[in-house]
């Protein structure tokens, strides 16, 4: 087992990467990590904004509007009975489906920002691509 | 890498064997009541077979190891773990309630389709991730990490009121899990309600006790197996039958233009409006006597003492003076009583009065005020399930067992999978059972019911889950004389479609592991939040890991125990609050849990004051409009039904958080790392 088990585990600094040979490397090696985790998260939070709101839009519309949408019809369903019994569901699956793989692209790019060699966070990460 | 795809290729086949040997037994079940084995010996060998199965499986997970104990070693691999949550989140209420819901409610009970799917997108995207790369074990522990201060700065005010609201929250709904439990296993093998009930505890118990989230982990994919064969043959069966198409998700879009025109006949065919006529007659007499009060119920009594007198001066039937002696006990007692009694009575008549909603039709109403309070509330309720799943402790608590983040996040969506695999096909089951009851058994003779409608009609006397009566006696069964209880939908659908007696044992098999899987999680969050957090964390944090896992394995029993006390006293009000849990969970924790990722000002008063007030507005509400917690209809605002008090309780609890952390000292630096911590890639 290498879970930390107890209290709990101080946040690590960028500064426990591996001993470099001089300072202004480690210093310079630092920055690079905390620039491509800034970025790293710039991306994921856009991503999850952009999916809220599609997650939100879809379940409004397919409310709000429904007795408008009764009027259309999809293989035999009423639109809005559609959307709410499958529609809206399979978008949210989508949605689930779309975060899992995009915030795994992220992951990538950022360990491949870092560059060979990279800290112990890069690795982890890129070790666990298939 | 290597030893985890070996690994998943181990589990996979295991649980291959499994479903292969499930499908044997089947199979076997199917001969040996082709041979003639009686009906109850079914029952017996399901309920049996499934729940020593489950003990199995807990016995050869057992361990007293605490990663194991508390989050499976964190090795589940991401498909395992998606149909463990999936079994995890379905529920006895999915399983058997749902689909009659539909049936009843139509349009409106989409509301719980979507609330209950669309959740799980903020699960995945703004809680899940964050909490594996915590990677602790409990909720109560993320939100004292983040929101560090009290005494020493460990959050222990923070940890404590999360536990708090962990325990209010999965009390209530545990409860009815075991109540479930205790109603299918009596209605199917006949043993006593409170003897079914200690039956489904012993199984939970062998499993949890013994081996904690590992133990639940693999009984959870096995239970999501059975739940998955047991709800999808029979609705297949049915969609074959009606819709020559075997994929009920796709077929049923054929039958609902049936439906309608079905249905359309049925609001205007006559002998249904003299059906009607006559319990809007009723309704009236009612009306009558209760504007009468109180001479009216003086003189309903002197009737009946009247009656009892003539009984018993003309030596009529012991069995007529037990009828009349029966009636003048259930006589009201008092003016009082009698007002409340009859107004119920009077609504009741009223509603069986009312012409059937069209099925699809979104929002009816008579006017376009009411149908818009009808699509607020639906918008509501979808929005408190969606805020409130995110937000459940033994839902949110499975995403600590995965191996990395990135496994997590694919696990939840290998979860809304699994669970849309089942519930899909829920609106599907109630369209396709509304036709055949609407085509098959409406308009049939009274002389020839369907066995099926007999048998569910006299296994529960007193709460009939299906109750026939010829009203205007014309022989010939009308839909307004049909009043269905939501629940018999699913038990009944294999003999509705006319299937052999064995996919009934299944159906039950299914709803006793959806019930068994959620106490098993249920009752695995209430007791790890006792232990870890109360005990470990805030009482003793010296003690051993050894004694922390006895302690929590003993807490276990202890909240099991009184669950299944609890569910044994058939608690009306408890069970009519479970979907208040929901509301609840939201307003309380998901707050401090989304904005603790993503908004780094917040700090700890600011939760605590979040926390609180979110409870207290959620509570307030309940309060004021809940008839059962002596609220009454009147105190609503906006016309939303109490049981979507989160849509007040959520915005309430996220701007208290985030006025008082505004007004107060922003968080330190540490507080700040841990942040950049939880948010960094691996």
């Given at each position: 087992?290498t879970?930390?088990?107890?209290?709990?585990?101080?946040p690590?600094?960028?500064s426990?990467?591996?001993?470099?040979d001089?300072?202004?490397a480690?210093a310079?090696?630092?920055?690079?990590?905390?620039?491509?985790r800034s970025?790293?998260w710039?991306?994921?939070?856009?991503?999850s904004?952009?999916?809220?709101?599609?997650w939100?839009a879809?379940?409004f519309c397919?409310v709000f509007?429904a007795?408008?949408?009764a009027?259309l019809?999809?293989?035999g369903?009423?639109?809005?009975?559609?959307l709410?019994a499958q529609?809206?569901?399979?978008?949210?699956l989508?949605?689930?489906g779309a975060?899992?793989?995009g915030v795994?692209h992220?992951?990538?790019?950022?360990?491949?920002?870092?560059g060979?060699g990279a800290?112990?966070?890069g690795?982890?990460?890129?070790?666990e691509t298939? | 890498?290597?030893?985890?795809r070996?690994r998943f290729?181990?589990?996979?086949r295991?649980?291959l064997?499994?479903?292969?040997?499930?499908?044997?037994?089947?199979l076997a079940?199917?001969?040996?009541e082709k041979q003639?084995m009686?009906r109850v010996?079914?029952g017996?060998?399901?309920m049996?077979a499934?729940?020593v199965l489950y003990?199995?499986i807990?016995?050869?997970?057992?361990?007293?190891?605490?990663?194991e104990?508390?989050?499976?070693g964190?090795?589940?691999p991401?498909?395992?773990n998606?149909m463990?949550?999936a079994?995890?989140?379905?529920s006895?209420?999915?399983?058997?309630?749902?689909a009659g819901g539909?049936y009843?409610?139509?349009f409106d009970?989409?509301?719980?389709i979507m609330?209950?799917t669309g959740g799980y997108?903020?699960v995945?995207l703004?809680?899940?991730?964050?909490l594996r790369?915590?990677a602790q074990y409990?909720i109560?522990?993320?939100?004292?990490?983040r929101?560090?201060?009290g005494?020493g700065g460990?959050?222990?005010p923070v940890r404590?009121?999360?536990?708090?609201?962990?325990?209010?929250?999965?009390f209530?709904y545990?409860?009815?899990?075991?109540y479930?439990?205790?109603l299918?296993?009596?209605?199917?093998?006949?043993?006593?309600?409170?003897?079914?009930i200690?039956?489904g505890?012993?199984s939970?118990?062998?499993?949890?006790?013994?081996?904690?989230?590992r133990?639940i982990?693999w009984?959870?994919v096995?239970q999501?197996?059975?739940?998955?064969?047991?709800?999808l043959?029979p609705t297949?069966?049915?969609s074959?039958?009606h819709a020559d198409?075997p994929?009920?998700?796709?077929?049923?879009?054929?039958?609902?233009p049936k439906?309608a025109?079905?249905e359309?006949?049925?609001?205007?065919?006559?002998?249904?409006?003299a059906v009607?006529?006559i319990?809007t007659?009723?309704a009236d007499?009612y009306?009558?006597?209760i504007?009468a009060?109180?001479a009216?119920?003086?003189a309903g009594?002197?009737?009946?003492l009247?009656e009892?007198d003539?009984?018993?001066?003309r030596?009529g039937?012991?069995i007529d003076?037990?009828?009349?002696?029966?009636?003048?006990?259930?006589?009201?007692k008092t003016?009082?009583?009698a007002?409340r009694?009859?107004?119920?009575?009077?609504?009741?008549?009223l509603?069986?009065?009312l012409?059937?909603?069209p099925h699809?039709t979104?929002?009816?109403?008579p006017?376009r005020?009411q149908s818009?309070?009808?699509?607020?509330?639906?918008l509501a309720l979808?929005?408190?399930?969606m805020?409130?799943?995110a937000?459940?402790?033994?839902?949110?608590m499975r995403?600590?067992?995965?191996?990395s983040?990135?496994e997590t996040?694919?696990s939840v969506?290998?979860?809304?999978?699994f669970?849309?695999?089942?519930?899909l096909?829920?609106p599907?089951l109630?369209?396709?059972?509304k036709?055949d009851?609407?085509?098959?058994?409406?308009?049939s003779?009274?002389s020839?019911l369907?066995?099926?409608?007999?048998?569910?009609?006299s296994v529960d006397k007193q709460?009939?889950?299906i109750?026939?009566?010829?009203?205007?006696r014309?022989?010939?069964v009308?839909?307004?004389?049909i009043a269905?209880?939501g629940d018999?939908l699913?038990?009944?659908?294999?003999?509705?479609?006319?299937l052999?007696?064995?996919i009934s044992?299944?159906?039950?098999?299914?709803g006793?592991?959806a019930?068994l899987?959620?106490?098993?999680?249920?009752l695995?969050?209430?007791?790890?939040a006792?232990?870890h957090d109360?005990y470990?964390?805030?009482v003793d944090?010296?003690?051993s890991t050894q004694?922390r896992?006895?302690?929590?394995k003993?807490l276990?029993?202890a909240v099991?125990f009184?669950?299944a006390?609890?569910?044994?006293?058939?608690p009306?009000?408890?069970?009519?609050?479970?979907g208040?849990?929901?509301?609840l969970?939201g307003?309380t924790?998901?707050?401090?849990?989304?904005?603790?990722?993503?908004w780094?000002?917040?700090?700890h008063?600011?939760?605590l004051?979040?926390?609180v007030?979110?409870?207290a507005?959620?509570?307030y509400?309940m309060?004021?409009t809940?008839p059962?917690l002596g609220g009454s209809?009147?105190?609503?605002?906006?016309?939303i039904?109490?049981?979507?008090?989160g849509v007040f309780g959520?915005?309430?609890?996220?701007a208290?958080l985030v006025a008082?952390?505004l007004?107060t000292r922003a968080?330190?630096?540490?507080s700040?790392s841990?942040i950049?911590h939880?948010?960094?890639?691996e």
């Amino acid at each position: 087992m290498t879970m930390p088990t107890d209290p709990i585990p101080l946040p690590l600094p960028a500064s426990s990467a591996p001993v470099l040979d001089d300072a202004g490397a480690a210093a310079q090696r630092q920055l690079a990590v905390l620039g491509a985790r800034s970025r790293h998260w710039q991306r994921t939070r856009r991503l999850s904004f952009v999916l809220l709101a599609l997650w939100l839009a879809a379940t409004f519309c397919s409310v709000f509007f429904a007795r408008e949408l009764a009027a259309l019809s999809l293989f035999g369903w009423p639109l809005s009975f559609y959307l709410a019994a499958q529609g809206t569901a399979l978008v949210y699956l989508a949605i689930v489906g779309a975060y899992a793989a995009g915030v795994h692209h992220f992951d990538r790019r950022y360990a491949r920002e870092l560059g060979p060699g990279a800290a112990h966070e890069g690795k982890t990460a890129r070790g666990e691509t298939p | 890498m290597i030893a985890a795809r070996a690994r998943f290729a181990r589990l996979s086949r295991h649980y291959l064997y499994f479903t292969g040997c499930f499908g044997a037994f089947l199979l076997a079940l199917a001969i040996l009541e082709k041979q003639g084995m009686p009906r109850v010996w079914i029952g017996y060998l399901f309920m049996f077979a499934t729940i020593v199965l489950y003990a199995a499986i807990g016995v050869f997970s057992r361990t007293s190891n605490v990663s194991e104990y508390y989050v499976a070693g964190r090795r589940v691999p991401a498909l395992f773990n998606g149909m463990a949550t999936a079994a995890d989140w379905i529920s006895a209420a999915s399983f058997i309630s749902l689909a009659g819901g539909l049936y009843l409610r139509g349009f409106d009970g989409l509301a719980y389709i979507m609330g209950w799917t669309g959740g799980y997108c903020l699960v995945a995207l703004l809680i899940a991730p964050y909490l594996r790369k915590f990677a602790q074990y409990t909720i109560p522990d993320f939100l004292a990490a983040r929101y560090a201060g009290g005494a020493g700065g460990r959050g222990t005010p923070v940890r404590l009121m999360a536990v708090g609201a962990t325990i209010i929250v999965s009390f209530t709904y545990v409860v009815a899990q075991i109540y479930a439990v205790g109603l299918i296993a009596s209605r199917f093998t006949g043993v006593d309600f409170s003897v079914g009930i200690f039956l489904g505890l012993a199984s939970i118990l062998v499993c949890s006790f013994l081996g904690g989230m590992r133990a639940i982990t693999w009984t959870q994919v096995a239970q999501y197996i059975i739940i998955l064969v047991a709800f999808l043959i029979p609705t297949m069966w049915l969609s074959a039958k009606h819709a020559d198409n075997p994929l009920p998700h796709v077929a049923y879009g054929a039958v609902l233009p049936k439906l309608a025109a079905r249905e359309a006949q049925l609001a205007s065919d006559p002998k249904e409006l003299a059906v009607r006529a006559i319990f809007t007659q009723r309704a009236d007499a009612y009306a009558q006597r209760i504007k009468a009060l109180p001479a009216s119920w003086e003189a309903g009594r002197l009737d009946i003492l009247r009656e009892l007198d003539a009984v018993r001066r003309r030596a009529g039937s012991l069995i007529d003076i037990r009828a009349t002696e029966r009636r003048l006990a259930a006589y009201p007692k008092t003016a009082d009583e009698a007002a409340r009694l009859w107004a119920d009575l009077q609504a009741a008549n009223l509603a069986r009065a009312l012409p059937p909603e069209p099925h699809a039709t979104p929002f009816p109403g008579p006017d376009r005020e009411q149908s818009d309070s009808r699509r607020n509330n639906f918008l509501a309720l979808v929005f408190c399930l969606m805020l409130g799943t995110a937000a459940l402790p033994h839902i949110l608590m499975r995403s600590y067992t995965t191996p990395s983040v990135r496994e997590t996040r694919v696990s939840v969506f290998w979860t809304l999978f699994f669970i849309l695999l089942v519930y899909l096909s829920i609106p599907a089951l109630a369209v396709m059972v509304k036709y055949d009851i609407y085509t098959q058994l409406v308009g049939s003779e009274f002389s020839h019911l369907p066995n099926w409608v007999s048998y569910w009609a006299s296994v529960d006397k007193q709460n009939p889950l299906i109750a026939i009566a010829d009203i205007n006696r014309d022989g010939i069964v009308q839909l307004a004389e049909i009043a269905i209880d939501g629940d018999v939908l699913v038990l009944a659908t294999p003999e509705i479609g006319g299937l052999p007696y064995v996919i009934s044992g299944l159906v039950a098999a299914g709803g006793l592991a959806a019930a068994l899987s959620t106490a098993d999680g249920l009752l695995l969050a209430i007791s790890n939040a006792l232990s870890h957090d109360v005990y470990y964390k805030v009482v003793d944090p010296a003690a051993s890991t050894q004694k922390r896992v006895t302690i929590s394995k003993l807490l276990l029993l202890a909240v099991a125990f009184s669950a299944a006390y609890v569910a044994s006293q058939k608690p009306a009000d408890i069970l009519s609050l479970v979907g208040a849990a929901f509301s609840l969970a939201g307003s309380t924790l998901f707050p401090a849990l989304v904005l603790g990722v993503f908004w780094k000002r917040a700090n700890h008063i600011g939760a605590l004051a979040g926390m609180v007030s979110g409870f207290a507005v959620c509570t307030y509400y309940m309060l004021h409009t809940h008839p059962i917690l002596g609220g009454s209809a009147a105190g609503q605002w906006f016309h939303i039904a109490p049981i979507s008090a989160g849509v007040f309780g959520v915005p309430a609890g996220m701007a208290v958080l985030v006025a008082v952390s505004l007004l107060t000292r922003a968080p330190d630096a540490l507080s700040n790392s841990f942040i950049d911590h939880i948010r960094a890639p691996e």
